[in-house]
């Protein structure tokens, strides 16, 4: 049980682009998922918290204007890179939980190579 | 806010021998500690996790120590084997409605055969 998937796994894509990445909770309700972005061999850097039917709270640091988030449903939430640029390249994990229920599932992420 | 720090950063043993690896947090609030095993390009999987009610925590090979006062936890991992290498992560949760993670930095594990 408790397994999130996380859609794509790997993307290429040219600068200036925008580009979206799903995280399903495939059974269970997951009210609440975190995004994270991990660099190579650094820690997972929480990015923002995201409730169902809410607005994302986000870190410090953190542009929400750059990284849109979405939690329409109660097995989904997108999240969306504006205009990606090199910088943005990263590995980017999302994970779930039905609070008050832990630990955090993990989704396999998803590699960003922005040219 | 929480912050946690991780060591040591890279630990090499001999297949057999004991690892054990600490971490420290700041927020005396914090109420979940749990511990995470990621191998290279794949998710972080948690292995075991505390709660802030528990002094001690062990399943098979592995165990988990806290100790609030000194708001140290530490992962201890017995007759260690070739395929136990791989970053372990510790993390601590606030106590507040968001349930969310603060990771450390990580341990790179290495068992020789």
């Known amino acids: 049980g408790a397994v999130v998937s996380q859609h794509p796994s790997w993307v290429i894509c040219k600068s200036g682009t925008s580009v979206k990445i799903e995280c399903r909770s495939l059974d269970f309700q997951a009210t609440t998922m975190f995004w994270y972005r991990q660099f190579p061999k650094q820690s997972l850097m929480l990015m923002a918290t995201?409730?169902?039917?809410?607005?994302?709270?986000?870190e410090q640091g953190v542009e929400k204007d750059k990284f849109l988030i979405n939690h329409a449903s109660l097995t989904l939430s997108t999240l969306t890179v504006t205009s990606a640029h090199p910088e943005d390249s990263s590995f980017y994990i999302c994970s779930a939980i039905d609070p008050p229920n832990q630990p955090q599932h993990f989704g396999d992420g998803t590699r960003l190579s922005i040219l | 806010g929480e912050n946690v720090e991780q060591h040591p950063s890279t630990l090499s043993v001999q297949e057999g021998d004991s690892a054990v690896i600490k971490c420290t947090y700041s927020?005396?609030?914090?109420?979940?500690f749990p511990w995470y095993k990621q191998e290279l390009g794949k998710r972080p999987q948690l292995i075991i996790d505390i709660r802030s009610n528990v002094g001690e925590k062990k399943d098979q090979r592995i165990a988990v120590t806290l100790n609030k006062t000194a708001k140290h936890f530490s992962l201890h991992i017995t007759e260690t084997q070739p395929e136990d290498s791989a970053v372990y992560f510790c993390?601590?949760?606030?106590?507040?409605?968001?349930?969310?993670?603060?990771f450390g930095s990580g341990t790179r594990l290495l068992v020789r055969p």
């Open positions: 993390a601590a949760s606030p106590m507040d409605s968001s349930y969310k993670l603060i």
């Open positions: 995201s409730n169902e039917g809410s607005k994302a709270t986000y």
């Open positions: 927020d005396s609030a914090s109420n979940y």
